[in-house]
């Protein structure tokens, strides 16, 4: 358990290999303009709500705009014992490369 870091390019074989949860955080409003592939949209407020509904056993990908609110909340939910991965540079690096 606890906090990674991915890029980008990582985001799809976390999705493949370890059956993780796509999760951005952005709001409701971001997300419909664009999102990545297979992303559910829970904006950051909702977040509490949505973590204790899910499967604390599944790797959760959080991403947000540029990174830094996706590893703040990554490592609230690190410490509780959930195995998080935050992407580094959040959507905008996501863009950068695809």
């Known amino acids: ?3 990674c870091i991915i890029g980008a390019n990582d985001i799809f074989r976390y999705v493949r290999q370890r ?3 796509l999760v951005d955080l952005r709001s409701g409003e971001a997300y ?3 999102h990545i592939r297979g992303a559910v949209s829970v904006p950051a407020e909702q ?3 949505f973590m204790k509904l899910t499967d ?3 790797v959760h990908i959080f991403y ?3 990174g830094s ?3 703040q909340a990554g490592k609230i939910y690190a410490r509780r014992g959930y195995n998080i991965c935050s992407v580094a540079g959040g959507i905008d ?3 950068k490369r695809h």
């Open 19 to 21: 059956d993780a949860i």
């Open 64 to 66: 947000c705009q540029h």
């Open 93 to 95: 690096s996501y863009r």
């Open 32 to 34: 419909r303009d664009f």
């Open 1 to 3: 358990m606890g906090l």
């Open 56 to 58: 604390k056993n599944r």
């Open 47 to 49: 977040l509490p709500r």
């Open 69 to 71: 609110q996706s590893i």
